[in-house]
Nanobody, 123 residues
Framework: QVQLAESGGGSVQAGGSLRLSCAAS????????MAWFRQAPGKEREFVAD????????HYSDSVQGRFTITRDNAENMVYLQMNSLKPEDTADYYC????????????????WGQGTLVIVTS
């Protein structure tokens, strides 16, 4: 069992930066792939980024490539999402997720989900 808790959301002006954190409980954190998703008002949840179990490989959606960076600290059971050059269209609830298989995780079929943290980007 893994419990996930996001933090770090807030309101920021376009062009600014935020760093989201996801704290994971449980002894098996390093055995999971980790990912961030987001859901904007009135839209479906979408994949943002994922990271390998060791943290040496990451994958991003086209919409955030080059602006967002996902990292993890297995010693601290933490996952981070550094978001730079934020745009109003990045406004959404951001969710941390843990999964076992890349294709399923990217499709939104995660084993565990956090409760989300809201990011608002103003123009």
């Amino acid at each position: 069992q893994v419990q996930l808790a996001e933090s770090g959301g807030g309101s920021v002006q376009a062009g600014g930066s935020l760093r989201l954190s996801c704290a994971a409980s449980g002894h098996t954190f390093s055995s999971y792939l980790m990912a961030w998703f987001r859901q904007a008002p009135g839209k479906e949840r979408e994949f943002v980024a994922d990271i390998s179990r060791t943290g040496d490989s990451a994958h991003y959606s086209d919409s955030v490539q080059g602006r967002f960076t996902i990292t993890r600290d297995n010693a601290e059971n933490m996952v981070y999402l550094q978001m730079n050059s934020l745009k109003p269209e990045d406004t959404a609830d951001y969710y941390c997720a843990a999964g076992s298989f890349i294709p399923l995780l990217r499709a939104g079929r995660a084993n565990y989900w956090g409760q989300g943290t809201l990011v608002i980007v103003t123009s």
